[in-house]
């Protein structure tokens, strides 16, 4: 049975078509590569005026403007990217910056489908997008991200100073009182009448308490500071932790280190350490493990720190739990020593918590702006 002129394809009328292309928020284009390399416009819509203030006529004589529009910094990404869609016959998908001849700046998205032509050489049908103001939101969210990281590692900061001046005060001066309160209590009990029982056991108490006492401000101190990281470097700490966890846990926990003694600057100690004891305490209540296993790295320019357990492990919905604010503050400390953190686990195979953090690495919060002069760079002469 033939079809009827209702079933067949129409195709859109030339008014319909320049129609669309006119509503287009940017400007549809045909280029072409040519021979020497060079690129040309065979056919640009009426958008290329608003978009790159060029007239199109102007850009289809002389394509070069369009080059001379990029700016410097985001010629590279246009040429490389030209150049894998023209091999490879694949979409070509380009980013960047351009100023206009008003000195206007903007960000543009050129999305095109490449075809080969009778030459031989390829011709890209598509589109060149205004995309500045997603750009901009973009840039602002960074932005936010960078302060939130900034403002939790200055947390962060904050209360380790603030742990280290209280474990300081606990040790020297609560430690030098009860010390001294210890002396004159044994000086005092030696001179309690000998027939008087009850005076001298309660004497024997008092002594108790303050030695529980002593004891009790020692621990809180340690846990506020550990005084063998100042005094022993990095590496001595992490043994001294590691034996303090089995005694407490009776999880066996061995170290393995590629040197017996390795300098970190003051910030990457500290914070190393203190996501070390956060990960023993996390494998303490909730991993149920024999043992732990670490291996501490150090490279010329990186040091890797991985943590293994043999525990429960958990799954994802585990890991996303809205509250699961360790895992995140892992994260949110190694980003900000410029590192990276890998965390694998899965139901009854154990956990694995990979650190690599650079050593020489220039800090994040240098490298993003926090204005939107940076979302354009300095504009080439």
């Known amino acids: 049975m033939s079809k009827s002129s209702h079933d067949l394809p129409t195709k859109p009328s030339p008014d319909k078509l320049q129609g669309f292309i006119a509503s287009l928020p940017g400007m549809a284009c045909q280029i072409e590569l040519q021979e020497d390399g060079s690129i040309a416009f065979p056919y640009v819509s009426e958008g290329c005026s608003t978009l790159l203030g060029i007239a199109p006529g102007d850009l289809q004589n002389d394509s070069s403007r369009f080059l001379n529009l990029i700016q410097a910094e985001d010629i590279p990404t246009f040429l490389d990217t030209l150049k894998q869609s023209a091999q490879t016959l694949c979409f070509w998908n380009w980013e960047g910056r351009i100023t206009l001849p008003n000195n206007e700046n903007k960000w543009v998205s050129l999305g095109a489908t490449p075809q080969n032509t009778q030459s031989g050489l390829p011709r890209w049908e598509g589109i060149l997008l205004d995309i500045t103001q997603s750009k901009l939101g973009e840039l602002e969210v960074k932005r936010a991200q960078q302060q939130l990281l900034e ?13 280290l001046r209280i474990a ?11 010390t001294a309160i210890k002396m004159d209590l044994s000086w005092l009990t030696q001179r309690l009448p000998k027939d008087n029982p009850a005076l001298t056991d309660k004497a024997k108490t008092i002594s108790e308490l303050v030695n529980r006492t002593i004891t009790s401000a020692s621990n809180l101190a340690h846990s506020l500071r550990p005084g063998f990281l100042d005094c022993f470097g990095f590496i001595a700490a992490l043994e001294i932790e590691a034996q303090e966890f089995s005694k407490r846990s009776n ?5 393995s280190k590629s040197q017996e003694s390795i300098e970190l600057p003051e910030t990457h100690t500290i914070t190393l350490f203190r996501i070390f004891q956060e990960t023993l305490n996390n494998i303490l209540k909730h991993a149920k493990a024999k043992h732990v296993q670490v291996e501490l ?3 010329e320019d990186h040091l890797e720190l991985v943590i293994e357990d043999d525990g429960v492990g958990f799954d994802d919905s585990a890991r996303n739990k809205p509250r699961s604010f360790g895992l995140r503050g892992i994260h949110e400390r190694i980003a900000h020593l410029g590192g990276t953190v890998k965390i694998s686990s899965s139901l009854g195979e154990g956990t694995r918590i990979a650190i690599f ?25």
């Not at 939790?152 to 100073?161: C, G, L, P, R």
């Not at 300081?168 to 009860?178: A, F, K, N, P």
């Open 168 to 178: 300081r005060e606990v040790h020297d001066e609560i430690g030098s009182l009860l």
């Open 251 to 255: 999880i066996s926990c061995t170290i």
């Open 151 to 163: 403002l939790s590692s200055h947390v962060q900061d904050a209360k380790e100073q603030e742990r």
């Open 297 to 299: 790295v150090k490279g």
């Open 357 to 381: 953090v650079p050593l020489e690495a220039e800090s994040d919060s240098t490298k993003t702006s926090t204005s939107q002069q940076a979302l354009f760079g300095d504009t080439p002469s």
